[in-house]
C-alpha cells in the first residue's frame, strides 16, 4: 500500500489519540468511588436490616410495657374501688374481704410497677441502640453521598475530556485516506490497540525491537510512500528523521 510520508505521520496522532482515548474510558471504570459506593452501598444494606431488626425488638419492648401499664391500670382502678367501698361499708365482713383483697392488689401493684421498672429500663436501652444504629447508618448514606457527588464530579470532567478527544479522532481519522484508515482500524483491532508505532533511532516505538540485518535493509530501501509493518509486532511503521536509517 502506498501513502504519503504526511499521511503515515497522521497515523501517529491517531494512534496518540486512541491511547489516550483508552486511557480516559478505563479512568471512568476505574474511578476508586465506584469501589468505595459498592462497598458502602453493602455496609448500608447491612446497617438498615440492623436497624430494621433493633426498631422491631423495641417495638416489642413498648408493646410489653403498654400492657404491663394496662395491668397497672387495672389493678390500681380495683385498689381505688375497693378502698371506696372499705370506706362506705358498715360490714365488718365485707371490710375484712375487701382488706384481705386490698393486700393481694397492692403486693401485686408492687410486683408489676417493679417489671415496669425493669422493662422502662429495657426500653431506654433499645431505644440507646436503635439511636446509634440509625446514626451509623444515616452518617453511610452522607458517606454514599459524598462519594456519588464525587464520583459524578469526576465523571463530567472525563466525559468531556472523552468528547474533545473523540471531535480530534474523527478530525485527524478525516485527513487519512480511508484505505489508510481501514487498514489502521484493522490493525488497531489484531494489535490489541498498538497499529502504528514510529521509528526511531531504528526502533520500533511500539514493541521496542531494533531492525537489524535484512529487517533494516527492507525498511532503507522501500520509498518513503510505502506503508511498512514491524516485523515484530506488526505495527504499522511510521519513518520520520528520527528513525536513523
Known sequence: MKASPVEQKELLRLQALDIRLQQVEHQTKALPQHAEIRELTTLFDTT?????????????????????????????????????????????????????????????????????????????????????????????????????????????????????LRRDRAAVAGSVAEDLATLYEKRFVTGRGNAAALLRARTCSGCTMTLTGSDLDAVRSSPADEVLFCPDCGAILVRTEESGI
Open 48 to 164: 438498615r436490616m440492623a436497624f430494621g431488626t433493633r426498631a422491631g425488638e423495641r417495638d416489642d419492648v413498648r408493646t410489653e410495657l403498654a400492657r404491663i401499664e394496662s395491668d397497672v391500670e387495672v389493678v390500681e382502678k380495683r385498689i381505688a374501688r375497693d378502698t371506696d367501698r372499705v370506706q362506705h361499708t358498715s360490714s365488718v365482713k365485707d371490710v375484712q374481704a375487701l382488706e384481705t383483697e386490698l393486700a393481694a392488689l397492692r403486693k401485686r401493684l408492687l410486683a408489676l410497677e417493679e417489671i415496669e421498672i425493669a422493662v422502662m429500663e429495657r426500653l431506654e436501652e433499645s431505644d440507646a441502640t436503635v439511636s446509634a444504629v440509625e446514626a451509623e447508618r444515616d452518617a453511610i448514606a452522607l458517606r454514599i453521598h459524598d462519594a456519588e457527588q464525587a464520583r459524578n464530579e469526576s465523571l463530567a470532567d472525563l466525559n468531556r475530556q472523552l468528547g474533545e
